[in-house]
């Protein structure tokens, strides 16, 4: 900062925070997409979203049709991001929604209801071999990613301005936990999209493999949704408990697995080898879930 310089002061548990004034206007960005078309386009313009680009210009000699639907797709991949003006050589795109009424909190529990319903519902697309619920979870997933967006536009703007985590009103600590914790949820649906992938693959599976299965995910789901508990908890003994709760289920788990292992040697080695895809995707988001829950531990200790 130089001398004359507009501050702010925010204040921050037993601190004050100094930055130069910011700028309350809506954050405007301006992109060259002449060489990027396809994945690379709609990804571009994520990246924009999730920096905090309230209004994105996009610009070329001339937009192809094939880069207005990559940019159509990247739009209805977004929460709240809209086409605002589109002529030969431009497509404007802006964020119609206020950040300051955007609460990452919110954001991170819609992920948590869509994440382990999406769970459940694709074990029960495999057990049941119905590839209706399966078709409806792999939809879903496209659900999980925008939250999942949403949430990192939130957290770097956190970084950026202290005004943002105070209009939030979560510290921004807090936030970070939060944010790491999406992470692992987003994971987890991708998993569950996996799943229904691979269940309308497979027909009818053995009673006593589906029976195992369906357990293995109750466990998993007992896990996510201790670890959840733990990061919401206002208390710091009931996260403690419940984290710790978590991880040590995690570690019992572990022989679940093997002993459905030992099942799927039994069968046809084309069904059995998508069967262990499965086991190794439920396995995988126990240990999403138990990462949520050292999370929660972090966040529930004490800070000098």
């Not at 309350?24 to 994945?39: A, I």
């Not at 802006?94 to 869509?114: F, G, T, W, Y």
């Not at 208390?235 to 408990?241: D, G, M, R, S």
Request: with cysteine.
């Amino acid at each position: 900062m130089s001398s004359g310089t507009t501050v702010e002061l925010y204040p921050e548990d037993d601190s004050l925070l100094l930055t130069p004034q910011s700028d309350v206007d809506r954050q405007e960005g301006t992109l060259d997409v002449s060489d990027l078309e396809g994945e690379r386009l709609t990804r571009a313009v994520m990246t924009m979203y999730v920096s905090g680009f309230d209004i994105i210009r996009l610009e070329a000699g001339r937009i192809t049709t094939d880069q207005r639907r990559a940019i159509r797709d990247a739009t209805q991949s977004l929460v709240g991001v809209e086409i605002l003006e589109e002529t030969t050589d431009s497509v404007v795109i802006q964020d119609l929604l206020d950040s300051s009424e955007l609460s990452i909190v919110n954001a991170v529990s819609r992920m948590r209801l869509i994440a382990t319903s999406m769970l459940a519902d694709a074990v029960t697309a495999l057990v049941e071999n119905d590839d209706d619920i399966a078709h409806d979870v792999i939809e879903r997933d496209d659900d999980v990613d925008r939250l999942w967006l949403v949430v990192s536009r939130i957290f770097r703007a956190t970084l950026r301005s202290p005004r943002a985590a105070e209009e939030l009103g979560v510290p921004r600590e807090d936030c970070f936990d939060f944010h790491s914790s999406a992470r692992q949820l987003e994971r987890v649906a991708d998993h569950a999209a996996k799943i229904s992938n691979l269940a309308l693959k497979l027909d009818e599976i053995p009673d006593d493999v589906a029976d195992a299965l369906a357990a293995l995910h109750d466990d998993a789901s007992d896990v996510l949704e201790k670890a959840m508990d733990a990061l919401f908890a206002d208390e710091t003994a009931e996260a403690n408990q419940l984290g710790h709760a978590a991880r040590e289920a995690v570690l019992e788990i572990d022989d679940h697995t093997r002993t459905i292992d030992d099942m799927l040697r039994e069968l046809d080695p084309v069904q059995a080898q998508s069967l262990g895809l499965i086991v190794d995707s439920l396995s995988r988001s126990v240990d999403y879930g138990g990462n949520i829950a050292e999370t929660a531990l972090q966040k529930a200790a004490p800070r000098p």
